[in-house]
């Protein structure tokens, strides 16, 4: 049975009997189980130093694949799960960046400035609880812009742009992509060129082996799940493993300070904490609706606007940012929860991950099949039901369950994550090692898969220790067969005419379009240097 099949019988199980609803029953409960475990997981996650929801996601999507299987009725329940990490980790990041001045991700790191001297005040429930509100605020109105935005961007896309335009879209999105995550404008552009690289090892389009210097294993291509957890999850536990053989840390986490005063937030601390979190939900939609962003920029925008505001409005008696503000808390957190819905609009609407986290929903399409993210996806019809319509609004009503989650007992399950601090790296990340590469062996059932995966690994880490962004060569790797399969459509299409993108006004606007992103960032670099 498909998941449409399983619609339509709840649809019509009023009419059809108990039976009906009973199969209807059976599937939703398991997508709201997979929903909840994800998103608890999440928080568990995120409040490890040292891991990410990406990190989670790698390792749980082959393992629920070789649970559920590779067929469609597989596809919400493990898309559930994801999108339950991903807003439980970032909820979760805040915990040990309030009690122990060590954010649990990247993200979080701005809610270190306020939440640990509100900790050392004997405060930290309260900022917990104003982390926690402030997120949930932000994720909240981030999906609702997801719901509203993403099936009209679709549809602009679909109706007006032709494959030339599209081809031209595509290289816009890299180009950008490569001046605004790479360290660089050139640095983007070689990681950039390496991902291409990558992708177009093997057979291509063309049925001739390209690249592959006579080896049948190359000749079929680097699987794309060797190549996204190699370069983002094992670079990333090498270059982990290498800070902590160098810091030799032995120190235990700070103690918490014995709470004093009221730890309850109350209706006038939210009514002053509103208009923070106003902006910088804001800010980190309109930041997580552009490709490669991230949170991080979004936090650390948020939290300078806060602070701005706060500066000039503040009343006599109020806390400094940096000193302990929960207003300080409420712009970093509400900005970067907002990034975890907006980022998928590009990948609705565009078929482009905004971010890590949307580079492993994409993955999951890729190999569970039965959803194919782009414009095409709104495509509604009044004769034939478009099934990837109906997968896309069970993608919105996974969303809403798991913000339902967040608003319920997010906040319990986040405020007893504390203990996660006291695991100590050096068992953390061989841990991740090993569970990382038995889950690319369990997708794969290939020996040459995890040689692969550890030669993008060692990849993945030179990349960091020479500052390159491995997000941009995962991104196009990702984006590469597809530009390659419309270029080559639209140099049909327009009767083998190699200047096709020069030839059409819009294709050039964006060509065009990308030059001037990357001159302009490059400019931007040159005068940022010392």
Not at 340 to 352: E, F, H, K, Q, T
Not at 400 to 410: H, M, S, Y
Request: contains cysteine.
């Amino acid at each position: 049975m498909s998941i449409l099949d399983y619609i339509w019988l709840g649809v019509l199980a009023v009419f059809q009997g108990p039976e009906a609803f009973t199969i209807f029953g059976i599937a939703v409960s398991i997508t709201v189980m997979m929903v909840l475990s994800g998103f608890l997981f999440g928080i568990l996650v995120g409040a490890t130093p040292g891991l990410a929801g990406p990190f989670a996601m790698a390792i749980s999507l082959p393992i629920l694949i070789s649970i559920f299987g590779y067929s469609p009725d597989a596809l919400l329940p493990v898309m559930g799960f994801l999108i339950g990490i991903m807003k439980g980790a970032t909820i979760g990041g805040a915990v040990p960046a309030i009690l122990f001045n060590t954010p649990g991700t990247p993200d979080a790191f701005m809610t270190t400035l306020d939440g640990y001297p509100m900790a050392q005040r004997g405060q930290a429930k309260k900022a917990l609880r104003v982390a926690h509100f402030s997120s949930a605020s932000g994720d909240t109105f981030s999906d609702i812009v997801l719901f509203v935005c993403a099936p009209f961007l679709a549809i602009l896309v679909e109706s007006y742009l032709d494959l030339p335009e599209k081809t031209g879209l595509l290289i816009l999105s890299l180009s950008f992509i490569a001046a605004v995550i790479g360290g660089s404008p050139g640095k983007g552009l070689i990681s950039i060129g390496l991902g291409l690289l990558a992708v177009y090892v093997g057979t291509g389009e063309d049925f001739y082996p390209r690249l592959s210097m006579g080896s049948n294993e190359l000749s079929r291509g680097f699987p794309i799940t060797t190549a996204v957890l190699g370069v983002l999850i094992i670079g990333a536990v090498f270059a982990g493993l290498e800070e902590t053989w160098r810091e030799n840390k032995g120190a235990k986490p700070a103690q918490i300070v014995p709470e004093t005063g009221d730890q309850k937030l109350s209706w006038p601390e939210i009514k002053r904490l509103l208009p923070f979190i106003s902006r910088s939900a804001l800010i980190g939609t309109g930041i997580g609706a552009l490709p490669g962003v991230g949170s991080t920029l979004a936090a650390t925008l948020g939290y300078s606007v806060g602070r701005a505001r706060h500066a000039k409005t503040k009343a006599a008696d109020a806390t400094e940012f940096g000193r302990g503000a929960p207003e300080g808390i409420a712009a970093t957190e509400a900005a970067n929860s907002a990034v975890s819905g907006a980022n998928l609009i590009p990948v609705l609407s565009l078929g482009i991950p905004g971010n890590a986290a949307a580079v492993f929903l994409i993955l999951a399409t890729e190999s569970i099949g039965g959803f194919n993210p782009g414009p095409a996806v709104f495509r509604f019809s009044a004769d034939v039901i478009n099934p990837e319509l109906v997968v896309a609004f069970g993608l919105f009503t996974c969303m809403t369950i798991a913000n339902l989650f967040n608003w319920t007992i997010g906040g319990v399950f986040m405020r007893s994550m504390g203990f996660m601090i006291n695991i100590p790296k050096q068992l953390l990340l061989p841990s991740v090692l090993l569970l990382t590469l038995t889950a690319i062996y369990v997708q794969e059932t290939r020996l040459e898969a995890i040689w692969f995966a550890l030669g993008f690994g060692v990849l993945g880490y030179f990349m960091r220790v020479i500052g390159i962004s491995p997000l941009p060569f995962v991104i196009a790797f990702i984006l590469g067969k597809s530009l390659e399969e419309t270029a080559r459509q639209a140099y049909s299409a327009t009767g083998n005419d190699p200047f096709f993108l020069f030839n059409n006004p819009i294709a050039l606007i964006f060509i065009l379009m990308s030059v001037a992103v990357i001159i302009f960032s490059g400019r931007k670099s040159k005068k940022a240097a010392p």
